[in-house]
Each structure stands twice: as C-alpha cells, then as structure tokens.
C-alpha cells in the first residue's frame, strides 16, 4: 500500500524559533511536491522537488528530497506568523505506477504563536 | 487567482441526491484532476482526465462519475448522496501528459459540499 507520512501533525512554535518537518514516503518516486493550505483555502504550491538531492529555498522555508531513504523535509527558519497554515508534502507517482496522481499526506498543522 | 475556476464554490444537498461540479482548467492545461478533502480520509485522488480521456482512477465510488469535455473544462457527477460525501473537492490541472516533462499541478479554489 502506498503511504506518505507526515511529523508531526502538529506544531507549535515560536515565533523566530526553527523547526523541521518530515516527509517519508513508501513507493519510488522522485517527484515530491510540498503545499501550503491556509483554513478553507486552496492549496498553494510551494515547492516542486524533481531528483535526488534536490534542495529548494524560498523565504524562510527550506525543503530537500532524499529518493535513497524516501525522505523529504520542509525546514522553517525564524518562525513569523504569517507561516501559520497546514503544510502537506505529496508524492507524485505518475513515474512509478499509475500515471499522474499525488498522494498526500495527511498535513502539519502549524501554528506559530508569538 | 490560480487560474483554475471551480463552480459553484459552496453546495448544500439533500442525501440521495444528485450534484454536478464543474472545473475549467488555467488556459493551455490539457490534464484536469479531481481530488477529495475530508477530515477523515485527507486528500484523496479521485479521477484524471487527459484532453478529454480517461487516464487514471483513484479511489472514486462507483456512484461518482466525472468527464472532461472538447473545451477542456470538466464536470465530476456525484449522485446518490450520502453524508460522508461532505466534503471539499478539488480540480487541478497540469499542462501536459503525465510521463513527460517537469508539469506541476495547480489546484482551484474548491467546492465545499455538504449533503444534509
């Protein structure tokens, strides 16, 4: 079965503080993408990583992808509250299976608090 | 504005009924997704249509039923409504066939159902 796993579920943070979110995945894939969904909205993309190694920087968030170990994080540097929203993190299995289709998972709810 | 029209953006139903959601994808994009978001299940893949096949299916019940038009633009069917059908549904789309190129997906604003 195929699994995209987020950690944590939720965070709150600090504002100026940093933090790390998780995203390990179960099926080969080098496509990853991460999305940022603020309460009723839609889901705004942010980062599209395309190989292995690949790092991608915009503001204070940071993401990377790793194929080897399924691993791909969203690094937050010097927390504002603007960044308070649900992050997901999807991979794209249109290489590996069935074509074109993301399987999320299940979100970071982060909450940044001054 | 992502460029991708979702209509209309709030339903209110009665359970057994029968409901039609409509996408136009952002100008050029061939491929069109639909995805479902409920508290329970997350964000699930529904259905993908590529400039006007069907390419690949989700986890969409038989009771769901989606198309894309000559136009582009795409309607997903959901009759025979039930509770757990409440939810916020996604179009996406993507420029391109799957299997080639770097496309990225851009999503629309949602549809939020409710069947009562």
């Known amino acids: 079965e195929l699994k995209v796993e987020q950690n944590p579920l939720f965070l709150s943070m600090q504002e100026g503080k940093n933090y790390t979110i998780y995203c390990n995945y179960s099926?080969?894939?080098?496509?990853l993408y991460w999305y940022r969904q603020d309460p009723g909205k839609s889901l705004e993309s942010l980062f599209v990583?395309?190989?292995?190694?690949a790092v991608k920087q915009e503001g204070r968030l940071m993401a990377s992808l790793d194929t080897k170990a399924r691993l791909s994080t969203l690094h937050i540097t010097a927390a504002v509250h603007d960044l308070s929203a649900t992050y997901f993190c999807?991979?794209?299995?249109?290489?590996?299976?069935?074509?074109?289709?993301?399987?999320f998972g299940k979100g970071t709810k982060l909450s940044v608090k001054p | 504005d992502s460029g991708v029209t979702q209509t209309p953006k709030h339903l209110i139903t009665a359970t057994g009924q029968r409901v039609t959601l409509r996408c136009s994808p952002r100008?050029?994009?061939?491929?069109v997704y639909w995805y479902q978001q409920s508290l329970d299940q997350g964000l699930q893949f529904l259905i993908h249509?590529?400039?006007?096949?069907?390419?690949a299916k989700g986890n969409i019940l038989e009771r769901f039923s989606a198309q894309q038009f000559p136009d582009l633009h795409s309607e997903l069917n959901l009759s025979s409504l039930e509770l757990g059908d409440s939810a916020l549904y996604f179009c996406?789309?993507?420029?391109?066939?799957?299997?080639?190129?770097?496309?990225?997906?851009?999503f629309g604003s949602g549809t939020r159902l409710t069947v009562v």
């Open positions: 996406a789309s993507s420029e391109g066939d799957p299997g080639f190129g770097n496309y990225g997906y851009t």
């Open positions: 099926t080969t894939s080098d496509r």
């Open positions: 990583l395309l190989s292995n190694g």
């Open positions: 999807a991979v794209d299995i249109r290489y590996g299976g069935s074509q074109g289709n993301l399987i």
């Open positions: 100008s050029g994009d061939l491929s």
């Open positions: 249509y590529y400039n006007g096949e069907e390419r």
